[in-house]
C-alpha cells in the first residue's frame, strides 16, 4: 500500500458540520484518536476553505471530499486551488472519464499530494448509475496508477469485488460505516481505513463513541 498519510487507528473523522467551533468542539474529544479529518462542502461552503489550514495548523491530515468531477481543465484548477491551501489529499469522481482523472492525478503528482478516486458510493441512489460503471471506473484509476480509492462499506460484496481488481497495493478508504448501515468488519476486508461522520459528530458522548469505533476496528482486523 502507497500512501504518504499515515491515518492513526484507520480511522477518518468527516466533519461534515457547517460549523466550524461545534467541529472543533468534537476534535478536542477525539484529537488523541484519530490524526486524519475529512472535510467537505457543508463545512467549507459555511466556514471558508481556511479551514483546511486551520485543521493543518492542528496537526491533522486533511483529505478534502470535494468529489471533483468537470472537465479537465477545470478539476485541474480546483486540484491546484485545494492543494494549495494545504490538503493533503482530494476526493475525485471517475464517473466523467478518464480525461478529467488524469488532470487530477497529474496536478497531485506534481504537488506531491495524494488523490482519491471514488469507485462507487454508499447511499441507495448510487445503485441507479454509478455501481453499473463501477469496475470500469476502477479500471480508469489502475490504467492511470492511482493508488487511492474510495469504496462503499455499505456494499461489502461490491467492495471485495472491486479490490480483487484494484489488488492488494491499493489503498481503500471507505465510508458508510453506522448511520447509512455499513458493518466495520465487513468493510475491513476490503478497505484499509474507514471514514465516519454522523455516529461520532451526532454522538451524545463522541470520545466514548470514538474508541468503541476503535475497539471494534481492532477486533475487526486481529
Ligand atoms: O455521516 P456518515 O458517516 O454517513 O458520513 C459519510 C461521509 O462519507 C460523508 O462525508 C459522505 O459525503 C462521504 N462519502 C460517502 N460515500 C462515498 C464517498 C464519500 O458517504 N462514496
Do not use: W
Amino acid at each position: 500500500m502507497v500512501i504518504k498519510l499515515k491515518i492513526k487507528n484507520k480511522l477518518i473523522f468527516a466533519a461534515d458540520l457547517d460549523n466550524l467551533d461545534e467541529v472543533n468542539n468534537i476534535l478536542n474529544q477525539i484529537s488523541n484518536l484519530i490524526n486524519t479529518v475529512k472535510i467537505g462542502y457543508p463545512l467549507v461552503l459555511s466556514e471558508g476553505i481556511e479551514c483546511i489550514s486551520k485543521f493543518k495548523n492542528l496537526g491533522y491530515n486533511v483529505i478534502a471530499d470535494f468529489k471533483v468531477a468537470d472537465i479537465p481543465a477545470t478539476n485541474k484548477k480546483i486540484c491546484k486551488i485545494t492543494f494549495e491551501k494545504g490538503a493533503d489529499a482530494i476526493i475525485v469522481h471517475g464517473f466523467v472519464g478518464k480525461d478529467s482523472v488524469k488532470a487530477c492525478k497529474d496536478i497531485a503528482k506534481k504537488m506531491n499530494k495524494e488523490l482519491f478516486l471514488v469507485v462507487d458510493m454508499s447511499h441507495p441512489g448510487s445503485r441507479q448509475f454509478l455501481e453499473k460503471n463501477s469496475k470500469e471506473i476502477a479500471k480508469i484509476g489502475l490504467e492511470l496508477g492511482i493508488k487511492n480509492y474510495v469504496l462503499p462499506s455499505t456494499k461489502p460484496k461490491i467492495g471485495l469485488e472491486i479490490r480483487k481488481i484494484l489488488g492488494d497495493e491499493a489503498f481503500v478508504i471507505s465510508p458508510g460505516i453506522g448511520v447509512q448501515g455499513g458493518e466495520i468488519k465487513k468493510t475491513l476486508k476490503f478497505a484499509d481505513a474507514i471514514i465516519v461522520g454522523r455516529s461520532i459528530y451526532q454522538s451524545k458522548d463522541p470520545m466514548t463513541t470514538t474508541k468503541k469505533l476503535i475497539n471494534h476496528i481492532n477486533l475487526a482486523i486481529s
